[in-house]
C-alpha cells in the first residue's frame, strides 16, 4: 500500500476520528458547545427560544457525532479522488466536522424549542379551564330579593 493510497488515508481518518470521539469525552462537550451556541442564537433569532438546559446535553451528543461526519468527508473524497491532496481531505474533513455538529444541534434544539412551546401552551389552556367561571344570578322576572 502505497502512502498516498485512498484506504491508508480512510484509515488514518479513522483513527482521527477516534481521537476525535476522545478529545471530545475529555473536554466534556466543548467542540460541540463551539458550534451549538451560534446554532442556539440562530434559532433564537428565528423566534423559537430552546430552554436553556438543553444546549449543553445537546453540546455533548453533537461533539460525540461530528467525527462521523469527519470520517464520512474524508472516506467519500478519498475514494472519488485518489489524488486529492492530503491537506485538502482534511480541511473538507473538517468541514463535514462542523457541518455535522450543526445539523445535530439544529435538529436538537429545535425539537427542544418547540416541546417548551407545545408545553408552555399546554400549561396556559389548562390554566383556563381550572379558572372558576362566575355565574350571573338568575333572571329574578323583576321580583325584589
Known amino acids: 500500500m502505497c502512502p498516498t ?3 491508508r488515508r480512510v484509515l488514518w481518518a479513522e483513527v482521527t476520528a477516534c481521537v476525535l470521539v476522545l478529545a471530545n469525552l475529555v473536554m466534556m ?3 460541540g458547545a463551539l458550534v451549538v451556541e451560534p446554532v442556539e ?3 433564537g433569532f428565528v423566534g423559537l427560544r430552546p430552554n436553556s438546559d438543553a444546549a449543553w446535553p445537546t453540546a455533548i451528543l453533537a ?7 469527519f470520517v464520512i468527508t474524508v472516506n467519500r473524497l478519498a475514494r472519488s ?7 485538502a481531505l482534511i480541511v473538507w474533513g ?3 466536522y462542523v457541518v455535522t455538529g450543526a445539523v445535530i444541534a439544529i435538529a436538537l434544539l429545535t425539537g427542544a ?4 412551546a407545545l408545553q408552555a401552551r399546554s400549561k396556559t389552556t389548562s390554566d383556563a379551564a381550572r379558572v372558576p367561571i362566575t355565574t350571573v344570578p338568575p333572571f329574578s322576572a323583576g321580583v325584589p330579593t
Open 63 to 69: 461533539g460525540f457525532v461530528m467525527p462521523f461526519g
Open 81 to 87: 479522488r485518489p489524488h486529492f491532496p492530503t491537506i
Open 94 to 96: 473538517m468541514f463535514g
Open 29 to 31: 462537550g466543548l467542540p
Open 5 to 7: 493510497s485512498p484506504k
Open 41 to 43: 442564537s440562530a434559532i
Open 113 to 116: 424549542a418547540v416541546e417548551q
